[in-house]
Structures are given as C-alpha cells and as structure tokens.
C-alpha cells in the first residue's frame, strides 16, 4: 500500500476563521540541526518587488493611454488579462515572484496574484486579498497529495492620480477561476503576511517534490515564522520532517496543528502515518478512526483503485474508478488522461481519443501539455490506420 503525504498548496485551507490576534512563533518546533544551508536565497525579499522591465511595461504608450481612458484599476487588469500582450501561460506547477511572473509570461493562482498585487502598488492602488470558500481539489505529484484551495486580489483607488485622470472605480477584484465557478462563493478578507505566508509554502512543497529537502525544510520554516496562524504551513514542516525520517518532530508538528484545528483533516492523515512509522499502532489506528468520522472516503479512493487495476490490465475495473473521479471533477487532466489510457486497453479508441484530448485542454502547466499532446497523438494516429 502506497503512502500519501498530504500537503496544502496555494491555498488557506488550514487557517483559523475570525480575528487575527498576535500569534507567538512556535520556535520549539524547528530542528535546524537536520538540515543543511538551502542552495537557494528563502526569505519574502523580493516577492513583490516590480522590475525594470515592469516598469517599462507600465510606460509603454499603449498602455498608458489605457490606464488614462478606462482607469487605474480596469486599465491594468485589461492590460495583464484581456487585451492579449502578455499572453500568460497558466503554470500550475510553479510558484513564482513578481517579476519572475512577468519574464516567464507564466505563473500558478498564487504567482498571478502576486504580479498583480506588486504591478498595483506601482500605480498607487490599494490591493486586498480574499480566501474563497470553494470545494478544494486534490491532486498529486510525486507520493504527495495537495489540497488546493483559492485566492483572489481586489484592487482599490487610493488617490487620483494626475497622471490617469480616467473614470476609476472604488474597486475591482481579478479571479483566476472561470466566472461560472467563483459566482456564489463565500469569501473572506485575508492579509498580505498570509498571503506571504502561502507563497512560502508553495515553495516548500515545490522542494519537497523534487526531493530537495534542506531548501523544502528552510521555506517551511521561514512560512511559520511568517505566520504563525497557518497552518498549512505547519503541516509542510511536519511532512518535510517526515521524509527526513525525524518522525518525533514530524508528529510534534501535527499534533501542535491539532491543538489549534482539532478537526484538520491533512494533520489527522499525517500523524496517523508518523505514528504508524514509530510504532505507536494503538495511536495510529485512534488516528484514522477519526479521520473515517471526518472523511469517510479518502481522497482520490477510486484513482488509486484505478492505478492498481491498470497494472493488472484490468481496463474494464479501471475504467469505472477512473470514471467515477472524472464524474466528481471533470477538469482534473490527470482522471481524464488515466481514464483514456484505460478506453484504449479495452480497444475504445473513440472514447480514449475524447479523455485524452480533454486531458490536453484542462491541463496546467507545459510540462502536461507536452504530454497529453503526445498521447492524443499517438491515439489519433493508431485509429486512423
């Protein structure tokens, strides 16, 4: 049986709800000892600093003539999302500052609303961040498994600017997330310490999947000193002490997160491990017990039933897992390109055609397109001999 770690990325799933007091740095729960020096620079320096070449942007007469004619707020936003210049490459898999944002003309939700948050403040807007309350997803890479969740940027004016003497308007808030999906949804205001906070421990669980511990260990670290109240990154440090085989301070960190959510799902599955690995069984299994309370059916259930019916060429088996997890998130790459795979093993060419090309269209990231794009190919080029 295959070991999910679970981890929370570009997302406040763990936070606490209600007013932000002072939170005291749980300084305890560090071992720096583990751990090398990161080989890269770990800090919020930088995160929303605007290049030169941001700058340029800014200044480009096209565009100002657009911050003068439509406003500050509506202005940029059509400059970044609308008008095409850009031309962004959602990159789900990456999280990137400001500026790295706008050279790579690419970003995850988190990058995206960095870049927009830092291009703001250059025009003397006010920017707010929100944490919607939405269904999270679930995905994974490597053997960790990611709750994702979601964050918009709402911009308001501060001034007016002599400069951009346009219409305005008192706010405007910019979504990554089709408009049918967002409508309705519950949201709450969170602030940019947070915000920093999660831009932190989407880098850790970047390193953690490509096995760079001492660099996951030291962005994790650096997202609790940030925010002591987030809990998702908490979890990370407890996980990245997990796959540094430190289970005492891996299970010290998740029962610290349990004392502030006594409910949180992702610590309740990681302790119950951290104790299955030290032998604790009695306190493993009191573990998953409520875990089962709490979540009856684990996430991606049927997808791993799937996977172990593809290696025994069970298509038809595989088939049905797979289908079910696309019946429950249609726009999941991942279920729609597994569940093509196992059409073609059963010979229906037509249907593995159709989830392989719906695979290619809701994918995140080059590195997937590249992939799916191969596959439809070599699908389509098999059904027409």
Known sequence: MRTWLLLSLCAL?????GPRGAAQRPDFLFDDRLFAAPSERVGADGIFSVSDAM????????????LRKKGLQRGLLEALYTTGELRLDYDARTTRNAAQAFDARAGNCLSLVVMTAAFAKELGLTVRYKSAYLEETVTRRSNLLLRSGHVNVTLGRRFVDPRFPGPGEESMTVDFLPPEEIKGLRTREIDEQTVVAMYMNNRAVEALVDRRLDDAYAWAREAVRHDPQFLGALNTLGVVYLRHNALAQAAAVFSHVLERDADNLTALANLAGAYARE???EESRAMQLRLAKLEPQPPLHDFNLGLAAMKQQD??????MFAREVARSDDSAEFHYWLGLAHYGLGNVEQARRHM???????????DRDLYSAKLDWIQARSNR
Request: proline share 3%.
């Open 357 to 367: 090309a719906r695979a290619l269209e809701t994918s995140n990231g080059r590195q």
């Open 55 to 66: 700058r340029r942007y800014l200044q480009h007469p096209q565009i100002e003539a657009q």
């Open 315 to 320: 298509y038809r088996t595989a088939t049905e």
């Open 279 to 281: 032998g604790r069984i």
């Open 13 to 17: 799933l763990a936070a606490c709800a």
